[in-house]
T-cell receptor, first 115, second 114 residues
């Protein structure tokens, strides 16, 4: 079965420090991985995706993610956190060859950036 | 212009009532979805439509009935609402069902059943 895990319910970081939000996946076949952010009382916003190619993917708002096939991970990173980055972050995987477009989400990680 | 819009944003209703949530996308996408976010923020797909055809129904009770009058619209009708239906419902769309296409989400409809 396809699954995504975000092992941390919450990540706390000081403004200006680097941040990492962790994600691991389990799929049969090629993984297609996504990160979304949800601000309070808002919908999900797409940040970035990994399809194939470079393991380091750059996305919106200065975020990037590193795909690691051997560790089956796709951690979200940012070199310098902003207070405005505080939000709920979701990792998701789209099942290859399912022909349904279905996204499977992790349980979400709340990022708190303190001034 | 909002890419994926849903109405209403908030919906408070009594148990046993029937209600609908509407969704429209102006992105020209072929595929639309309904996702449910529970009180623990967990997101799970409910339905997926591609070119107005239902392609996913994730063991959702029959009380939930999606309808897609055209590719730009996917509405969700819920009969005989129950307390457990309280959640945030998100509509989304994507270019197609290909693995490399990201989904765009609406702002959500917070349904509260009392």
């Amino acid at each position: 079965a396809q699954s995504v895990a975000q092992p941390e319910d919450q990540v706390n970081v000081a403004e200006g420090n680097p941040l990492t939000v962790k994600c691991t996946y389990s799929v049969s076949g090629n993984p297609y991985l996504f990160w979304y952010v949800q601000y309070p009382n808002r919908g999900l916003q797409f940040l970035l995706k990994y399809i194939t190619g470079d393991n380091l993917v750059k996305g919106s708002y200065g975020f990037e993610a590193e795909f690691n096939k051997s560790q089956t991970s796709f951690h979200l990173k940012k070199p310098s956190a902003l207070v405005s980055d505080s939000a709920l972050y979701f990792c998701a995987v789209r099942v290859s060859s399912s022909n349904t477009g279905k996204l499977i989400f992790g349980q979400g990680t709340t990022l708190q950036v303190k001034p | 212009d909002t890419a994926v819009s849903q109405t209403p944003k908030y919906l408070v209703t009594q148990m046993g009532n029937d209600k609908s949530i509407k969704c429209e996308q102006n992105l020209g996408h072929d595929t639309m979805y309904w996702y449910k976010q529970d009180s623990k923020k967990f997101l799970k797909i409910m339905f997926s439509y591609n070119n107005k055809e239902l392609i996913i129904n994730e063991t959702v009770p029959n009380r939930f009935s999606p309808k897609s009058p055209d590719k730009a619209h996917l509405n969700l009708h819920i009969n005989s609402l129950e307390l457990g239906d309280s959640a945030v419902y998100f509509c989304a769309s994507s270019l197609g069902v290909q693995e490399n296409t990201e989904a765009f989400f609406g702002q959500g409809t917070r349904l509260t059943v009392v």
